[in-house]
Nanobody, 125 residues
Framework: HLQLQESGGALVQPGGSLRLSCAAS????????LGWFRQAPGKERVGVTC??????TTYYANSVKGRFTISRDNNTVYLQMNALVPEDTAVYYC????????????????????WGQGTQVIVSS
């Protein structure tokens, strides 16, 4: 059973940067597709970025292209967030699914198999 644990959420000023981490345990991440989702108050959870450990493909939501970067180092997945704006304020969740495309995970075509508990990001002056 794959377990995910996010960390790194904080209060940051507009224009600032933040890096979130997602530590995976229980199973190796090979052949998993990994992603970051976010949920703002009163809104649905949406996919921000996803990456495939099968073919190396990535997906980015239009709202974060050029500002956010997903990466992986062994059993930790990172989300580097730059040029943050108040609209990025949300609870950020890490997710994983076995052998799916990045679009399938990020666009919620298939449900994630594992979720973290979330970490809060607030962008405000």
């Amino acid at each position: 059973h794959l377990q995910l644990q996010e960390s790194g959420g904080a209060l940051v000023q507009p224009g600032g940067s933040l890096r979130l981490s997602c530590a995976a345990s229980g199973l190796p991440l090979d052949h998993y597709t990994l992603g970051w989702f976010r949920q703002a108050p009163g809104k649905e959870r949406v996919g921000v970025t996803c990456m495939s450990n099968n073919d190396g493909t990535t997906y980015y939501a239009n709202s974060v292209k050029g500002r956010f970067t997903i990466s992986r180092d062994n059993n930790t997945v990172y989300l580097q967030m730059n040029a943050l704006v108040p609209e990025d304020t949300a609870v950020y969740y890490c997710a994983a699914i076995w052998l799916a495309t990045v679009q399938a995970l990020c666009l919620k075509i298939v449900p994630a198999g594992s979720w973290g508990q979330g970490t809060q990001v607030i962008v405000s002056s």
